[in-house]
């Protein structure tokens, strides 16, 4: 059997189209290190219905492996990473914040 890995839930938010994060006091987040890390398979299944439930507020709720570290968590697929960093065409959305151009 495979060990459950970190992970938190993830999603595009509904009007805006940005990648959200689910915090631990069930809040949507733009920003990774706010997410909640779910290291239990059983709570993550469980706190990925509740966002998959908000059909008003996010669409395509997933789990995204994390690992952990002193900044909170970050992305183990460059999938993620990309998805956190927000389009690279041009400076805009979060890439409009110096920390991120």
Same mark, same amino acid.
């Given at each position: 059997?495979?060990?459950?890995?970190?992970?938190?839930?993830?999603?595009?938010?509904?009007?805006?189209?940005?990648?959200?994060?689910?915090?631990?006091?069930?809040?949507?987040?733009?920003?990774?290190?706010?997410?909640?890390?779910?290291? !239990?398979? /059983?709570?993550?299944?469980?706190?990925l219905l509740d966002a998959q439930r908000q059909v008003d507020r996010?669409?395509?709720?997933?789990?995204?492996?994390?690992? /952990?570290?002193?900044?909170?968590?970050?992305?183990?697929?460059?999938?993620? !990473?990309?998805?956190?960093?927000?389009?690279?065409?041009?400076?805009?959305?979060?890439?409009?914040? /110096?920390?991120?151009?």
């Amino acid at each position: 059997m495979r060990r459950f890995t970190p992970k938190v839930v993830t999603a595009n938010a509904l009007l805006e189209g940005d990648v959200i994060y689910l915090t631990a006091d069930d809040r949507w987040s733009r920003r990774l290190e706010e997410a909640e890390v779910i290291e !239990d398979e /059983a709570i993550g299944q469980l706190r990925l219905l509740d966002a998959q439930r908000q059909v008003d507020r996010v669409v395509g709720a997933y789990l995204a492996d994390v690992t /952990a570290s002193a900044d909170g968590p970050q992305p183990v697929h460059f999938r993620e !990473d990309f998805r956190r960093k927000g389009p690279s065409n041009y400076a805009h959305g979060k890439q409009e914040g /110096a920390a991120n151009v």
